[in-house]
């Protein structure tokens, strides 16, 4: 059984190369991101991040509760895709939310990371018979299920 050290490291890893995987469907595939990806996109960011900072943290619980946090967020903003998807009358498109988060500094300097360019209701390409944003889901479960397992690991 690996220890929590090895396990946030490895949680790290996956929600950077989740993002990796993004960027390359949106620069390899032309698939571009909607608001919601976006979002997404900062959750896996910060989940990694944060998972990172517990690992070699001293206040590793608090950390990795913040890194769950951040997976949690993401996990409700992915469901809020789904529903999207379910319901094509629904649409986040170019709206407020679009206009406010291409003006984030992250978006300005780096928007080949988090310019917001598509709709949320094109995301219904599939990859091994699962759109995109189930896909993200089931990373974003993953992710929060292993954050919680080293939480609750650590507290016995």
Avoid at 132 to 148: D, N
Wanted: with cysteine; aromatic share 10%.
């Amino acid at each position: 059984m690996p220890n929590n050290r090895t396990l946030l490291l490895a949680v790290a890893a996956t929600c950077f190369a989740l993002v990796g995987a993004a960027l390359y469907l949106q620069h390899a595939k032309d698939m571009m991101p909607c608001p919601l990806c976006v979002i997404q996109r900062y959750a896996y960011l910060a989940a990694g991040i944060f998972s990172l900072v517990a690992a070699f943290a001293n206040q590793q619980r608090i950390w990795t509760a913040v890194a769950a946090l951040a997976a949690l967020t993401g996990a409700g903003y992915v469901a809020n895709h789904l529903y999207v998807l379910a319901n094509p009358g629904f649409s986040c498109g170019i709206d407020p939310m679009e206009t406010m988060l291409n003006k984030i500094p992250t978006a300005e300097y780096m928007p080949w990371l988090f310019r917001a360019e598509g709709l949320c209701g094109d995301a219904t390409d599939t990859l091994f018979g699962l759109s995109i944003p189930q896909w993200s889901a089931l990373g974003f479960a993953v992710v929060t299920i292993a954050l919680l397992f080293a939480l609750l690991r650590r507290s016995r």
